[in-house]
Nanobody, 120 residues
Framework: QVQLVESGGGLVQAGGSLRLSCAAS????????MSWYHQASGKQRELVAT???????SYTDSMRGRFTISRNNAKNTVYLQMNSLEPEDTGVYYC??????????????WGQGTQVTVSS
């Protein structure tokens, strides 16, 4: 199993920046990719960015250029640097890990989420 703990959320003015962190613990050797998701109030959770074990990154088009996902393997931590924040970026940000099970099956783990509020 894997445990994920997010931190770094808070209140920021539009145009500002925040860096979210997601610390992973447990059987992290079985993690194949980690992602950040955003859930605005009353809306579905949506993918923001993903980083694989090989370091390949991908982004949702609306976030590309403003957000950067990265990781520190020594700290077992994934980050989301968010710049030029907009009020629409307000919501809960969740960390997600894809965990490889035997026989080629994967499952996912979620953190508890961290609240980001962007004021206009």
């Amino acid at each position: 199993q894997v445990q994920l703990v997010e931190s770094g959320g808070g209140l920021v003015q539009a145009g500002g920046s925040l860096r979210l962190s997601c610390a992973a613990s447990g059987e992290i050797s079985r993690i194949t990719a980690m992602s950040w998701y955003h859930q605005a109030s009353g809306k579905q959770r949506e993918l923001v960015a993903t980083i694989t074990n090989s370091g390949t990154t991908s982004y949702t088009d609306s976030m590309r250029g403003r957000f950067t996902i990265s990781r520190n393997n020594a700290k077992n931590t994934v980050y989301l640097q968010m710049n030029s924040l907009e009020p629409e970026d307000t919501g809960v940000y969740y960390c997600n890990a894809v965990y490889r099970l035997p026989l080629g099956i994967s499952t996912t783990y979620w953190g508890q989420g961290t609240q980001v509020t962007v004021s206009s």
